[in-house]
């Protein structure tokens, strides 16, 4: 069965912390990743795509993620976190067959102390 | 960039009776729709996938006749909660796919029973 795993619920970092929240997916043939955002009371916020390529992706915010075939993994970082990032992160995955539903993770909650 | 409007954010109701809940691509045609619930600090769990002029495909453990969803044209897709339940209070979102904006989502509902 297709799944994603967040391995973190919680995350507490300072301000200026680095950051890695680990992704793993389950799939079957090639996959799509996605990395999106919620901040509180606001829906959800792409923050980067992977789809073919560079398995090392940037995205919005400073935030970039590696893809790495061989672990399954799509972990996502950013060197220095601010106090505004603290949200709920979701990593998700879709096969790359058009009309493929996105699967979502747990969610990891990070919450960033100033 | 494209928008997905959805409608109404929030809604109260009382036990027993229907709510609907509306998802509008606003600037480009869906070719799929899909709708999630998800629960307070909880992920995104899928609950269907709809093509326009085709019935929904649901996900295992959602009630087909409790969540009616009709997708009328490739603009719009609606969720219809029937016989609301208190257990039926969540947050709704839906998201288009389409080949050129890939995924976007919905604003999500926060729907209460009483």
């Known amino acids: 069965a297709q799944s994603v795993s967040q391995h973190n619920h919680h995350v507490i970092l300072s301000e200026a912390a680095s950051l890695e929240l680990g992704c793993n997916y389950s799939?079957?043939?090639?996959?799509?990743l996605f990395w999106y955002v919620q901040y509180p009371g606001q829906h959800l916020q792409l923050l980067l795509k992977?789809?073919?390529?560079?398995?090392l992706v940037k995205g919005i915010k400073g935030f970039e993620a590696e893809f790495i075939k061989s672990k399954f993994s799509f972990n996502l970082r950013k060197p220095s976190v601010q106090w505004s990032d603290t949200a709920e992160y979701f990593c998700?995955?879709?096969?790359?067959?058009?009309?493929?539903?996105?699967?979502f993770g747990k969610g990891t909650t990070l919450s960033v102390s100033s | 960039g494209a928008v997905v409007s959805q409608h109404p954010s929030r809604v109260i109701c009382k036990s027993g009776t229907s709510v609907k809940i509306e998802c509008r691509s606003l600037?480009?045609?869906?070719?799929?729709m899909f709708w999630y619930r998800q629960f307070p600090k909880q992920s995104l769990m899928l609950m269907a996938t709809?093509?326009?002029?085709?019935?929904?495909?649901?996900e295992q453990g959602v009630e087909k006749d409790k969540f009616l969803i009709n997708h009328a044209s490739l603009t719009l897709s609606t969720l219809t909660v029937t016989s609301a339940h208190p257990e039926d209070s969540s947050f709704y979102i839906c998201?288009?796919?389409?080949?050129?904006?890939?995924?976007?989502f919905g604003s999500g509902t926060r729907l209460t029973v009483v």
């Open positions: 709809s093509n326009e002029g085709s019935k929904a495909t649901y």
């Open positions: 600037d480009f045609q869906a070719t799929t």
């Open positions: 998700a995955a879709s096969s790359n067959q058009a009309g493929t539903a996105l699967i």
């Open positions: 992977y789809f073919s390529g560079d398995p």
């Open positions: 799939y079957g043939g090639t996959v799509n």
């Open positions: 998201s288009a796919s389409s080949q050129t904006y890939g995924y976007t």
